[in-house]
T-cell receptor, first 114, second 111 residues
Framework: DAGVIQSPRHEVTEMGQEVTLRCKPI?????LFWYRQTMMRGLELLIY????????DSGMPEDRFSAKMPNASFSTLKIQPSEPRDSAVYFC????????????FGSGTQLSVL | EDQVTQSPEALRLQEGESSSLNCSYT??????LFWYRQDPGKGPEFLFT???AGEEKEKERLKATLTKKESFLHITAPKPEDSATYLC????????????FGKGTTLSVSS
C-alpha cells in the first residue's frame, strides 16, 4: 500500500489567494483527519470524518477554512482567502473508525503564505 | 479540557547514554495513549499504543510505560539514528477516534 498520499508537498502563495490541499487515505480506512503543525502550537486537529461524514470541525480556525470528503478515497482542505498566519505544515491521516487504532499520516503539505 | 504535556522540549544525549522522555496527560477517560516518532520533513510514524496503567511495550531500544497520569518513553543506549521528535498523543473516550497530541520532545543523539 502506498500509504496516505498528500499533494502538493509544498505550496507557496500570496495572501488573499485560495489554497486547496488534497489527501488520499489508505484504502479500507474509513476515518480521515486533518491536522496542522506549527512550532508554537504543535499538532492541532482541524477536522475529522468518519465514513465521509464530518464529525468534529471544532478545530477549524475560522470560516476561511473548509474541508470536504466527497468519497472514501479523497478529501480536500481549502483556505480562502489565505493569510500569512496560515503558514504551517498540514497533515492528513487515516484510520479505521470504531477501533483504538493508530493513525497513519501522510508526508504533509508545507504551506507558506506570503 | 483534555491536555497532553511533554517534557523536556529538547534532549541531547551522547551515544549510549540512556534517558527517559515524559508525557503527562489529563483526559476524561483514557481510551489509549500513543507514541509517535517524527523525522524532519516527514509525517509522524507510529511506535506504540498503551491502553491501561501498568502496561509496557518495547521495540528495539525503546520502551514505553503507562501510569494513570503519565507515560514514559525510555531510550536505552541510544544511537544517532534515534534522533527525531517523539510525540505523545491520547485518545479520549469522548473524542471518538481523534488523537490529541503533545508538542513533542526533540531528541538529538551524538556519536
Amino acid at each position: 500500500d502506498a500509504g496516505v498520499i498528500q499533494s502538493p508537498r509544498h505550496e507557496v502563495t500570496e495572501m488573499g489567494q485560495e489554497v486547496t490541499l488534497r489527501c488520499k487515505p489508505i484504502s479500507g480506512h474509513n476515518s480521515l483527519f486533518w491536522y496542522r503543525q506549527t512550532m508554537m502550537r504543535g499538532l492541532e486537529l482541524l477536522i475529522y470524518f468518519n465514513n465521509n461524514v464530518p464529525i468534529d470541525d471544532s478545530g477549524m480556525p475560522e470560516d476561511r477554512f473548509s474541508a470536504k470528503m466527497p468519497n472514501a478515497s479523497f478529501s480536500t482542505l481549502k483556505i480562502q482567502p489565505s493569510e500569512p498566519r496560515d503558514s504551517a505544515v498540514y497533515f492528513c491521516a487515516s484510520s479505521i473508525v470504531g477501533l483504538t487504532k493508530e493513525l497513519f499520516f501522510g508526508s504533509g503539505t508545507q504551506l507558506s503564505v506570503l | 479540557e483534555d491536555q497532553v504535556t511533554q517534557s523536556p522540549e529538547a534532549l541531547r544525549l551522547q551515544e549510549g547514554e540512556s534517558s527517559s522522555l515524559n508525557c503527562s496527560y489529563t483526559v476524561s477517560g483514557l481510551r489509549g495513549l500513543f507514541w509517535y516518532r517524527q523525522d524532519p520533513g516527514k509525517g509522524p510514524e507510529f511506535l506504540f499504543t498503551l491502553y491501561s496503567a501498568g502496561e509496557e511495550k518495547e521495540k528495539e531500544r525503546l520502551k514505553a510505560t503507562l501510569t494513570k497520569k503519565e507515560s514514559f518513553l525510555h531510550i536505552t543506549a541510544p544511537k544517532p539514528e534515534d534522533s527525531a521528535t517523539y510525540l505523545c498523543a491520547v485518545q479520549a473516550r469522548q473524542a471518538g477516534t481523534a488523537l490529541i497530541f503533545g508538542k513533542g520532545t526533540t531528541l538529538s543523539v551524538s556519536s
